[in-house]
T-cell receptor
């Protein structure tokens, strides 16, 4: 595997379910990100991890819970979601958090909350 | 904090040129450009770090006017493969370092 991978690619879940999204980067990067992409909206940054430490949490509801066990893996745990949480969830990584590092994105998980 | 992109959408015939603009109300430390094709991940195109900097990638180039807090992406002699949504990301200083904020994107369709 190369680049940034995400599983599953598609997920349908009920409002009472608990599920997790997984992201893995094979680039040796030190920073990882979760973004939410909804129709007609810009990419919304949700969480940032740098060297496995959470450094940004952009007012994301507590029903989204990130986990970064090591610099290569990032999870997003989901529970009691709402229909408006349906979106494409993108994971990205970058070499660092300093200015000027490009981000590499995974293919995303298309989430539908019913 | 998010940058504003214009136009929202553009349709070109193959071989035509286009300009996509990105502006911010805050001081910018860098500007990133990405392209996302339908159903795929955004792909990094280029980054501009300094005011006055210009970069090129095949027939796609960009400029960064730091004083005006603006960047423009130029697509020359467009090809069918250029179709997609173009996002600019502007880096601003945050409490924990630098944060990248994306615009809403510009949808580009190149037709034969």
């Amino acid at each position: 595997e190369t680049g940034v991978t995400q599983t599953p690619r598609h997920l349908v879940m009920g409002m009472t379910n608990k599920k997790s999204l997984k992201c893995e980067q094979h680039l040796g990067h030190n920073a990882m990100y979760w973004y939410k992409q909804s129709a007609k909206k810009p990419l919304e940054l949700m969480f940032v991890y740098s060297l496995e430490e959470r450094v940004e949490n952009n007012s994301v509801p507590s029903r989204f819970s990130p986990e970064c066990p090591n610099s290569s893996h990032l999870f997003l745990h989901l529970h009691t979601l709402q229909p408006e949480d349906s979106a494409l969830y993108l994971c990205a990584s970058s070499q660092g958090r300093d200015r000027g590092y490009e981000q590499y994105f995974g293919p995303g998980t298309r989430l539908t909350v019913t | 904090q998010q940058p504003v992109q214009s136009p929202q959408a553009v349709i070109l015939r193959e071989g035509e040129d286009a300009v996509i603009n990105c502006s911010s109300s805050k001081a910018l430390y860098s500007v990133h450009w990405y392209r996302q094709k339908h159903g795929e991940a955004p792909v990094f195109l280029m980054i501009l770090l300094k005011g006055g900097e210009q970069k090129g990638h095949e027939k796609i180039s960009a400029s960064f006017n730091e004083k005006k807090q603006q960047s423009s992406l130029y697509l020359t002699a467009s090809q069918l493969s250029y179709s997609g949504t173009y996002f600019c990301g502007t880096e601003i200083r945050s409490n924990s370092g630098y944060a990248l904020n994306f615009g809403k994107g510009t949808s580009l369709l190149v037709t034969p």
